[in-house]
């Protein structure tokens, strides 16, 4: 594992659609953030979803920071060639005893699950052993009495008792797959990142990132929860949603648009400056302490509607 020297960060984009201004928005983030600080810049592409991807999308995002001028450091990593590694984590959780395996289908998980403002709490009903006429299907990480505080570089601090808020979480699905949790911790210490910028969206579940982390060994990051971009309706932008996708034609434009959403200073007449002097303007003057400390904000109208289909 390499040891950092320097700042660190990464963008994480999944294939499951073209990236739209939202993704924008954390891309412009992470990458200003490590520019400022004469950092690194590393690209992950997030497809240890397979059953999520959409064919080309993968190569739409590259192709698309390309034409934005977003240059990224090293080569581009893909989480699908990575699964050795969360295996490996896996099997180390389940040899400290930390995990069991969970029989309950998502209707019996429905059924008994508390809910709670932050989400639906999992009741431990197969941590002691599966009931009776169950087999294993999802594996789960036990977060016994656990209770993790996080602060967070720009929104406010978080408190979580993962026993309560939580519940066990799972670490590997029913299909088999390696579950995000786990796979973003493996991945952020394998790459070294040291400086996480991302959507506030993922903000809730830092808590259980860093609970990995420390059952792992592993260093916790430094974090940056960005505000997301919402439509007209409130709804975050997302691929889910086919929020319209970020064009050639309309490249210079999201790059104005996304700093403004980030409260950045510009250059004077900045439609007159290049993407390159555009960047080489934004790290220099990038302060976070603009950024609204506030979970989402309204998009630029022409971002909202909804333009793509896979």
């Known amino acids: 594992m390499p040891i950092p020297t320097s700042y660190r960060g990464r963008f994480a984009p999944s294939p499951t659609g073209p990236l739209h201004f ?3 928005v954390a891309a412009v983030g992470s990458y200003l953030d490590a520019r400022h600080h004469q950092g690194e810049w590393l690209l992950r592409v997030e497809d240890i979803d397979s059953p999520r991807e959409v064919a080309g999308a993968t190569d739409d995002i590259l192709r698309t920071l390309e034409l934005l001028h977003m240059a990224w450091d090293g080569p581009v ?16 959780l389940q ?12 209707k019996e998980i429905a ?67 390696i579950a995000y949790q786990l796979a973003v911790v493996v991945d952020d210490a394998d790459q ?23 059952l792992l060994g592993l260093p916790t990051p430094s974090y940056l929860h960005l505000p997301v971009a919402t439509d007209a309706g409130n ?9 319209a996708p970020i064009t050639a034609d309309d490249s210079h ?3 104005l648009d996304a700093l403004r959403f ?33 979970r989402a904000l309204p998009a630029p109208a022409r971002y909202s509607e909804s333009a793509w289909r896979p």
Not at 97 to 104: E, I, S
Not at 192 to 214: C, F, K
Not at 272 to 284: C, F
């Open 77 to 92: 990593v893909y989480q699908s060639k990575r699964i050795q590694l969360y295996e490996e984590a896996l099997d180390e």
């Open 192 to 214: 070294a990142i040291n400086h996480v910028v991302r959507g506030s969206d993922l903000l809730e579940s830092t808590p259980r990132q860093i609970y990995l982390q420390q």
């Open 111 to 177: 059924d008994s699950a508390i809910h709670t403002p932050t989400g639906t709490v999992y009741p431990g009903t197969c941590r002691n052993g599966l009931p009776a006429g169950h087999s294993p299907r999802s594996m789960r990480v036990c977060v016994h009495n656990a209770v993790i505080s996080m602060q967070d570089r720009l929104q406010s601090g978080l408190h979580q008792q993962l026993q309560t808020d939580t519940g066990d979480f799972i670490i590997r699905r029913a299909d088999k797959l």
């Open 253 to 255: 434009r999201a790059v």
């Open 22 to 24: 939202g993704s924008l």
């Open 95 to 106: 040899q400290q005893g930390h995990t069991y395996d969970c029989g309950c289908s998502r």
């Open 235 to 243: 709804a975050k932008l997302s691929k889910q949603n086919f929020a």
């Open 262 to 294: 980030l409260h950045q200073a510009l250059p004077d007449s900045p439609q007159d400056a290049s993407l390159d002097e555009l960047w080489q303007w934004a790290a220099d003057h990038w302060d976070t302490r603009t950024i609204p400390a506030c």
